[in-house]
Each structure stands twice: as C-alpha cells, then as structure tokens.
C-alpha cells in the first residue's frame, strides 16, 4: 500500500529529526571523499519536505535517474523517491549512493500529483508496439489531438506532449511521430511524485 508523505508527517517529525539533525555533524563518506555542500544543506525553499530514513533499493531508472525505496522504521513503512543525480553531483554519484544502502539518510524532497501516461492508441490500436500495456477500468482515459510529438525522443529525458487538455512526460515513438496532429486515445493514472532535491548520509 502506497502512502504520500505529506506536511501533516512532517509536522509530526519535526521535533525528533530536527534533534537529530543538529546532533548529526557536517560528516565525509570515507569511502567516497564526497562532502556535502553548506550551502546545500542551508537553502530550504518552501515546497521542501525534510525526513530521514534507511535507503533499502537502488534502482536504476536510466542515468541521470534513480529510484530509491526508503524506509521508515518508526512508522513501519517504506515510500519510493526519485533521484537525479545531476541535481546532487556535488554529494554524491551513483557509486557512492550504492555505498550508503542499508545506512540512516537525511534528505529533502517534493511531492505532487502527476499524470502517467501508459498508453497511447488511434482506432483502438496501441503505438506502443512491444510495450503496450492492458489497459484496466482503473485508468483515466483522455481523447484528443496529439501535439509535441513531433520528433523522437533521441535522449534519456522523456519529451513534452499532449492530449488534448493533458500534458505528460514521455519517450516520443515513430508511431506517435506519424500520429502527431491527429485524434488519439491516451489511457493514464495519477501518480504521487516524490522527487529528492538534496541528500546525505546520516553520522552512524
């Protein structure tokens, strides 16, 4: 079961980690020579959510990107984040993030709602080739013209398109290329978005 944290746990928090935190020195991973930024750990905008937590999975979700399954003990259940590291390289690289599974982490992060796209279909036909999914009454549904997909995605970073009145994230097909400006069918569902914005390892 899947839970959003959210302000309301924060607040409850609040008063253990921010003990823990001012306890927990400014530490050097001795096996990585990575320390982390002041400045970093200083600038807290407003949409930041601060925790801590045991990092059990890595996953990797295509350079620049990592999943990381987190958990938290004392309230006996773990929550997903998505890392990029770009946005951390001055703390910590892949390499030393492995080094860090199993171990306490202080990090700040965002959450809100997102629309995930799964499939894609024009006369009842996927563009996903290989990849389609079954789609289930659980999924939203959207019909409108398909715009933005006017090339393929040649990167690691999924494209902007749209459906009619929805946006999403995603890798642009051949198929949706030659479908671009056209009635389409899109099946999505929302998805909580926990993306980590700044993270350390916690003194052991």
Known sequence: MKFTLAIPLFLLMSCTFS???????????????????????????????????????????????ATLTIEFPER???????????????????????KWKGKYVSFRYTS????????????????MGEYAVEVTPEMSKIVGILEGANQETAGDLPSKITIGTLSFEFFVTKAMVE??????????????????????????
């Open 76 to 98: 006996k259940f773990s929550e997903t984040f998505t890392l990029n590291f770009e946005e951390v390289r001055s703390v910590v690289n892949p390499s030393v993030l492995n």
């Open 19 to 65: 003990n823990t935190q001012s306890a927990a020195t400014e530490t050097k991973d001795s096996s990585s020579q990575i320390v982390n930024s002041p400045s970093e750990e200083s600038v807290i905008s407003d949409d930041e959510i601060q925790e801590r937590g045991i990092l059990k999975e890595i996953e990797d979700s295509g350079y620049p990107f």
């Open 179 to 204: 479908a671009n400006g056209t009635k389409v069918v899109g099946y999505y569902e929302e998805r909580t978005q926990n993306q980590i914005k700044a993270i350390k390892l916690l003194a052991q």
């Open 112 to 127: 809100q709602i997102t629309n995930a796209l799964l499939d894609i279909q024009k006369n009842g036909k996927s563009m």
